[in-house]
């Protein structure tokens, strides 16, 4: 089943809600949502879900805050996780909750939900506007589940989630997301986004629902991750789990009794298709496993297997295998006890043979683990390449790699990877051309071959044509690349290492055949003794928190010399040339690794940089933050230079933006009071991401019917903008592309207040416009019906800046709050919360840090004593509250 939303959530109907007629193997429009339907139907055998009396299930429609809480009352009564102390207190909330209007059918769950602290206050808000009920956020509906799941697990035991979109998830919301995506309730969409403030659907949160009630259930296990995995020959194999709760789990699985998948579940998966470090979802039936779903993405097979490529030969005891890096012959012994696989499945050397027979016209792929044995051949001692185990599939193309020797329309010319080896492949009639990940032609790739050095990875059908081909300015990873690693173990018989985040394990067989060299302000030539005690620290002077070394290879693979290094060392030992340097557009940030558009190396980012390490050019701020952002929104064009390591993980960069587009919610010019606000433009786009820049003093307009000067007046606050920004990426032409507001209008400011049904600025009354457009960084109410509500307050003083038209109608309202005085309800997450003879209304502060200063308080907790207590709200003058 492909799972096609961003979260598993969703809305429920439960009995006692709506009518109820329909069950899930009648619903008539289920066909609708064909990723759901099976969980639709759990969801309805289990009585956890209803459909309508038309026999429809509406699995598209947007769920309510209040159903949404009826749904978690329904899913916890069913697991038998309720509150007992919290239940029946509809009493004591009756008032509040008529004051926002809750509906009568969900007061109870409502009640429930504040009494168990699944709800706050400051949500209420949120249910409805003006008595209509609003549909709930992803973000809002996981707090809520995750609040519910937050009495049996650690909200704070994870290490951050890893959405494309992380910065739209909200602070309060992030640990709760990071819960419920470690319980595997949650996930990212396709494009690896979590989507945080589109609205929940029904089948959503069917989804949703039916994994949680599993994992209260117990039928669901902890997601985990395998610390540890033996392979008993492919008869069966022993894995050792740690689960996110804590727990471990030894299980001993085999082909016949259990079933691995793929993380949606849409493909089953051989054991041996596991690997230490995998993360995994174990599903049981009582207290036996019945299933284990790969969380993770397939290791690829360079990454499992010691040696890849295509079976040349099978015959007399040995397999000669090309690479599928170098496309050279190697040839290896059978071992006595090798075993072999097809497809995930064990078999024998005489089925693989005739696998080879019967696909002439086809490639046989494998993955072979090995070992070196050190023994006599024709009377003289020598390193034999032994395979030990062979994994086969049968495959209709091969991939290889190389570095480009000339391209033309209709031929790609390449010397192969890791030798002198010339290789060239004319292109099928069906080929596609690729630059880095990004769709192009045969045109584009020869004009790229044409600007200087470049690597092509070619995939070739049974008939020798090349159906694909990647370019990119970065050589393709191959195993048997010099590189800087870490060592990570090392004695006489292997040498352990890691790059990129991957460990591998390189065998020995014998020392004698490798030269070991250690930095010692030069490099000394030492024996294998001399290379341990240099590695193991035979003294306090000799202690270090990492060991990096570079090793060089011959042509099958084996390890002719080691040099080791200190982490004090790196930079003498192993040279400048180590580092990497890349410019380019950037394409996207994912999980902590920078990718080019030209490029297909992913460079990883540290989790933290100095001022003088990231620097955004036209953006007041350097923050990592700010830069995932940038990179990673539709609208802007991010230009990026790096300096990275030899593990690619990037040491320094330079950032500035080249070209974005948006809504211009406010610029200040080089005469404005603040200096913190001056030459600065604040850029809103289409994903809600907020950006402040920096402008030259005086940008361009591209119209003779407006200037810099008057972009500062709220009459073209909201506009949509196109900007061009110079070499040090400050903003130099702003080109406002929606001329509504550009001219034929007046602006004024000042203390706003109602008259009748007109507004009154500064003493003179104004009416309203059927579109009248808010904005305010006071507070978020946006509606025309709230606002008035404001200005009738009596313990509010509101300044507004606004735009009138030629028909004396404010078009625009800009407003901020100067004062407001009531009682204290509540801090929340950068909001402060009073109450009014009117209403309760919740305003913007400045960071809470600041905010505890100016109070003179030391903890977030000494909020609660200030509440019930009478105050001023004092604010500062972008209208956040500083102090009361």
């Known amino acids: 089943m492909k799972r096609k939303m961003a979260m598993a959530l969703a809305a429920v109907l439960v009995a006692g809600s709506l009518p109820v007629t329909a069950s899930a193997a009648t619903f008539t429009d289920i066909n609708e949502v064909s990723w759901a339907s099976s969980t639709i139907q759990a969801v309805s055998d289990k009585g956890l879900i209803n459909g309508y009396e038309d026999g429809t299930f509406r699995a598209k429609n947007n769920v309510t805050y209040s159903e949404a809480m009826v749904m978690i009352y329904n899913l916890m009564d069913k697991t038998g996780n309720l509150k007992a102390s919290a239940t029946n207190t509809l009493s004591i909330y009756q008032s509040v909750l008529n004051t926002y209007k809750i509906p009568t059918w969900s007061q109870s769950t409502v009640a429930y ?56 998830i909200s602070d309060e919301a992030m640990p709760y997301v990071d819960l419920l995506t470690r319980l595997g309730i949650v996930t990212g969409d396709d494009s690896g986004n979590f989507n945080p403030t589109a609205n929940i659907t029904r089948a959503e949160m069917a989804v949703m629902m039916n994994k949680t009630y599993d994992l209260l259930s117990n039928e669901l296990a902890n997601t985990g991750e395998i610390t540890e995995i033996v392979n008993h020959d492919g008869d069966y194999y022993d894995v050792d789990v740690k689960m996110d709760n804590g727990e471990r789990n030894r299980l001993t699985l085999s082909d016949d009794n259990i079933s691995v998948y793929n993380k949606d579940g849409s493909r089953e998966l051989p054991i041996s298709s596991l690997t230490k470090g995998d993360r995994v979802s174990l599903v049981f039936d009582g207290l036996v496993i019945t299933k284990i779903y790969l969380l993770d993405e397939e290791a690829s097979a360079q990454e499992k297997y010691d040696a890849v490529g295509y079976i040349y030969s099978l015959k007399d005891g040995y397999l000669n295998l090309e690479s599928e890096n170098t496309g050279e012959t190697t040839k290896y012994k059978i071992n006595t006890n090798c075993t072999y696989y097809l497809d995930g499945k064990k078999t024998t050397e005489s089925a693989i043979k005739d696998v080879i027979d019967d696909n002439s016209d086809k490639y046989v792929y494998a993955g072979l683990y090995t070992e070196t044995k050190n023994e006599k051949v024709d009377g003289k001692r020598q390193d034999v390449l032994y395979a030990n185990a062979v994994y086969v599939t049968v495959k209709d193309e091969y991939t290889q790699t190389g570095e480009v020797t000339d391209f033309t329309s209709t031929t790609v010319y390449y010397k192969a990877s890791g030798s002198n080896a010339r290789k060239s492949a004319d292109f099928a009639s069906d080929c596609e051309f690729y630059i880095g990940d990004k769709k192009s032609s045969a045109k584009d790739l020869e004009e790229m071959a044409e600007s200087g050095t470049v690597y092509v990875k070619v995939t070739v059908n049974s008939k020798g044509k090349a159906t694909k081909v990647v370019m990119t300015e970065d050589k393709f990873t191959d195993n048997t690349a010099s590189s800087t690693y870490t060592v990570k173990g090392f004695n006489k018989d292997r040498i352990i290492v890691s790059r990129g985040g991957t460990s591998t394990t390189y065998e020995f067989g014998s020392t004698s055949d490798i030269t070991f060299y250690i930095w010692e302000g030069k490099w000394n030539e030492v024996s294998f003794k001399g290379a341990e005690s240099f590695y193991d620290g035979d003294d306090d002077e000799d202690d270090y928190d990492t060991m990096y070394a570079r090793m060089n290879f011959d042509k099958s693979g084996k390890i002719t010399a080691i040099y080791m290094a200190k982490d004090g060392d790196r930079e003498n030992a192993f040279g400048e040339a180590e580092e990497t340097e890349r410019k380019g557009t950037v394409e996207y940030i994912k999980d902590g690794k920078l990718k080019f558009k030209t490029s297909s ?10 001022e003088d390490s990231l620097e955004i050019g036209g953006a007041p701020t350097s923050s990592l933050t700010v830069l995932t952002r940038m990179a990673n929104c539709d609208d802007v064009t991010l230009y990026a230079e790096i300096k990275a390591d030899g593990n690619n993980k990037i040491t320094d960069i330079e950032a500035r933006l080249t070209a974005a587009e948006g809504k211009m919610i406010e610029y200040n010019g080089k005469d404005t009071s603040d200096s913190d606000k001056k030459n600065t433009l604040t850029l809103e786009t289409s994903d809600g991401s907020q950006f402040k820049l920096k402008t030259v003093s005086n940008p361009k307009t591209d119209s003779d019917d407006y200037d810099a000067e008057d972009l500062q007046t709220t009459g073209y606050r909201g506009s949509s903008v196109e900007l061009e920004f110079n070499n040090d990426g400050e903003i130099s032409k702003i080109i406002v592309t929606d001329s509504s507001y550009n001219s034929g209008t007046k602006r004024v400011k000042g203390t706003a207040s109602l008259d009748g049904s007109k507004i009154k600025i500064d003493g003179k009354s104004y009416s309203w416009d059927s579109k009248t457009y808010i904005t305010s960084s006071s507070f978020t109410y946006s509606t025309k019906d709230m606002f008035e509500r404001m200005l009738q307050d009596k313990d509010i003083e509101v300044y507004v800046e606004a735009t009138i038209s030629d028909s004396n109608k404010v078009e625009r309202i800009n407003a901020r709050v100067e004062s407001a005085e009531g009682e204290f309800v509540e801090y929340d997450s950068g909001s402060v919360v009073i109450e009014t003879d009117s209403r309760k209304w919740s305003f913007n502060t400045v960071s809470k840090n600041t905010l505890l200063k100016n109070c003179g308080l030391d903890d977030e907790k000494d909020f609660e004593k200030k509440e019930g207590k009478n105050v001023t709200l004092e604010f500062n003058s972008d209208g956040l509250v500083e102090e009361f």
């Open 601 to 610: 190396t992913e460079y990883t980012l540290q989790s933290k940089y100095d």
């Open 113 to 168: 939900g504040l009494s168990a602290q699944i709800l706050m206050a400051a949500d209420l808000p949120k249910f409805t506007t003006n008595g209509v009920s609003n549909p709930a956020t992803r973000q809002d509906v996981a707090v809520m589940f995750g609040r519910a799941l937050s009495e049996k697990y650690d909200i704070y035991a994870g290490t951050g989630v890893n959405y494309n979109d992380v910065w739209r």
